[in-house]
């Protein structure tokens, strides 16, 4: 992975000395209230329903187990021993008190971390999709190009103070993992007569308005990607609305514009910036991507006897296997998958202990390495098969083997109403209620690949809108509800969920969706997945279904 | 007293915006846009006008004048507002300005350094902000990842 050198080193701790700088001020009166909003923001400090809550950036997700241990510490130390992974690769912190973040950021910029444009209007933290490098059906390895966003995004003087929060992922793969359409900006790796580069999609995004992207450059040569980009955020960054933060994203100047006269002036401005000095060199390219290389794999085969054993002989690790593990693009290697959606925790939450306890299996298993997903999932890249059975135990140990990966029960869920100012209702509940409802393994399993998303608000941080079924907290009259959709896909057929119609109490929620899966289970062809029944039969079956009950 | 941070120090200007013009020639003016393109033709002598933009209009209109002006301000509404710092990255980078551009409105000291990077020289700092203290806030880091007006080179170009 991505080493500081001095330069990076140096950056970050300045960054750390601005903002104890700026929380000093602000607690001694010097900076009011809501300029301090700002300026914290920048730093993911919000303050929310019941304390402070802080986003530390995982860039694209990939952490080592030194940095893993140090967030354990911060959890323990400065909060009350857990956080919350995002849908942005991010951890969460739920109780921080502000004026101690200084030093939680001086601890992280100790192992390479930070906080940096983790919420506020600005270019957040960079995702990309948590089987880089091993995948099979991957063109190239999309991390290099995710650093190289980060580092030209970090601190970019133009564009701190955008109309709103821009969001930007990089796929590199046939199967789309990092929802690349509903992005503000997708980049996706591609090529043209031999020449690596990309294809350039803007105006994605969820929130009030989901719309999928447009793409608005068919191939940009890889040397152009931080030139392009700049001339895309400058036409937004002018041009984006300020006057309703609801129809700032740049999804509604791309609608409004057309994504034709869009592309048009990026390509007008990104003339007057080709060849710039910000043209990326070889060099550069060849430095950034030489700290993503290949891992000393052993030269092993697949399906190792101690697999199979295994396999015949525990249904609890076949099962987990069946769902959890991953083909690897090495012979005799397995991507293992955390499941951070055990019944009674909330979606993506992990212990400080559960914290170190991944980190030293990755340090045994894995290169000491992990990724976050954005389905707040943990992702154990490189791990030989051989391996699998006696890393399941340790799972197992910590209760981090939860066998659901890609099962209802496996659910994006935002924080909500428990913790998050914004929310118009509870989700951690809901998601809860639904693991209850759906205990039976064997009925999950038949189900197969299904998808339910969360949110306890139109912020849509859970991604309902591309959720199989989406699953939105509503507020009426001060009483919560929630509005169930059918049919969001977040992957490379990208597609916004169908809203069923009125909403309903958070006590019918589970008995509505066992109905969506009973209509599934009537209407599905052979082993057609939910999502393809959906595409089949449309929504019409599944209202019917849920309001004649 | 009309004091303005200028090339990192405390001065005292000469040039005063105007938003009521009575009369164009008047030198030491910064006049709005429109009121500089209304009067361009009577101004045509001049190498010493001055000029202010609100954040959304288009410093493209100002191109074919640009060798008449010494000083244009850019005006932020709100300290939040990015849209002037695009101004100036276009005023420096793609026409060559040189003269000076002046940060006015809601100008406060921590949005200086980032105004500084993207072509700001000159700022009229909001009421109520420290203007002595205001300098600490054009202290920016030793090192940038992009490349922007102050630095026109990449942190990757030097490594």
């Known amino acids: 992975m991505y080493q500081y050198d001095e330069y990076d080193q140096r950056i970050i701790e300045e960054r750390v000395a601005q903002y104890r ?17 700002d300026l914290r923001l920048r730093n993911g400090l919000y303050i929310q329903r019941l304390a402070p809550m802080l986003r530390i950036a995982i860039p694209y997700g990939l952490i ?129 007569h031999g020449q690596p580069g990309f294809r350039i999609l803007a105006g994605g995004g969820l929130g009030r308005t989901p719309v999928v992207g447009s793409v608005i450059c068919d191939f940009l040569p890889q040397e152009h990607l931080l030139t392009y980009l700049e001339a895309a955020l400058r036409v937004y960054n002018r041009y984006g609305r300020r006057d309703n933060k609801y129809k700032a994203r740049i999804k509604i100047l791309v609608r409004a514009m057309t994504p034709e006269v869009f592309a048009e002036k990026v390509d007008q401005e990104w003339q007057t910036l080709r060849d710039g000095p910000q043209t990326l060199t070889q060099s550069e390219i060849d430095r950034v991507q030489g700290f993503f290389t290949t891992p000393a794999y052993e030269s092993s085969n697949d399906d190792p006897d101690v697999l199979t054993h295994a396999l015949e002989s525990d249904f609890a690790f076949k099962a987990w296997h069946t769902r959890n593990v991953k083909a690897h693009k090495q012979p005799g290697y397995a991507i293992a998958n955390i499941a951070l959606k055990t019944t009674g925790v909330a979606p993506g939450d992990v212990t400080d202990e559960q914290l170190e306890a991944i980190a030293d299996i990755a340090d045994e298993y894995s290169f000491g390495e992990v990724r976050i997903t954005h389905e707040q999932n943990v992702t154990l890249a490189d791990v030989r098969q051989a391996d699998l059975y006696a890393l399941w135990h340790r799972l197992v140990d910590h209760e981090l083997a939860a066998a659901n990966l890609g099962l209802l029960t496996d659910m994006i869920c935002c924080p909500g109403g428990d913790f998050c100012s914004l929310a118009n209702a509870k989700s951690i509940p809901v998601a809860e209620a639904i693991q209850r409802e759906f205990d039976d393994i064997d009925y999950l399993y038949d189900l197969g690949d299904l998808h339910i998303n969360i949110s306890g608000c139109m912020n849509a941080c859970g991604h309902h809108h591309v959720g199989n079924i989406g699953i939105l907290g509503v507020d009426k009259k001060g009483e919560e509800w929630y509005q169930i959709s059918v049919g969001g896909a977040a992957n490379e057929n ?44 449309g929504v019409q079956p599944f209202k019917d279904k849920v309001y004649r009950q | 007293m009309n004091q303005i941070i200028r090339d990192q120090s405390i001065v005292e200007t000469d040039y005063q915006i105007v938003t009521e013009v009575s009369d164009p020639g008047i030198k030491g003016q910064i006049l709005p846009m429109n009121a500089l393109l209304e009067h361009i033709a009577s101004l045509s002598g001049r190498r010493d006008l001055g000029v202010w933009l609100d954040a959304d209009e288009d410093v493209e209109e100002l191109e074919v004048h640009l060798d008449q002006i010494d000083v244009i301000a850019l005006n932020f509404p709100m300290y939040n507002d990015g849209r002037a710092l695009s101004s100036a990255n276009i005023l420096r980078r793609r026409y060559g300005f040189e003269g000076e551009i002046r940060a006015i409105g809601d100008v406060r000291r921590d949005q200086l350094e980032q105004m500084q990077r993207c072509g700001f020289n000159a700022y009229s700092m909001a009421e109520g902000q420290d203007v002595a203290a205001s300098l600490n806030g054009l202290k920016g880091f030793s090192h940038s990842y992009q490349a922007a007006i102050d630095r026109t080179e990449p942190l990757f170009r030097s490594r």
Request: aromatic letters at 8%.
């Open chain 1, 21 to 37: 700088d700026q929380t000093e001020r602000f607690l001694a009166g010097e900076i009011p209230e809501d300029e301090f909003k």
């Open chain 1, 64 to 192: 080592s187990s030194t940095q893993l241990r140090k967030l354990a510490h911060i959890t323990r130390h400065y909060d009350r021993g857990y956080g919350h992974f995002t849908t942005r690769q991010n951890l969460q912190l739920n109780w921080p008190e502000l004026e101690e973040v200084p030093d939680i950021l001086e601890e992280l910029a100790s192992v390479q971390m930070h906080a940096v444009q983790t919420s506020g209007n600005c270019i957040r933290n960079v995702t990309t999709d948590q089987y880089a490098g091993v995948a099979r059906d991957e063109r190239a390895d999309p991390r290099p190009w995710a650093e190289l966003i980060r580092q030209w995004s970090t601190f970019h003087p133009e564009f701190n103070w955008l109309p709103r929060k821009f969001k930007i992922a990089v796929s590199a793969s046939e199967q789309d993992r990092v929802a690349v359409q509903v992005h503000d900006i997708g980049v996706l790796l591609s090529e043209n």
């Open chain 1, 494 to 537: 990208a597609a916004i969920a169908s809203i069923l119609g009125p909403s309903f109490a958070r006590e019918e929620v589970p008995a509505v969706i066992r109905n969506i899966l009973t209509e599934y289970l009537d209407k599905r062809d052979g082993d057609e997945a939910f999502i393809d029944t959906f595409n089949r039969i």
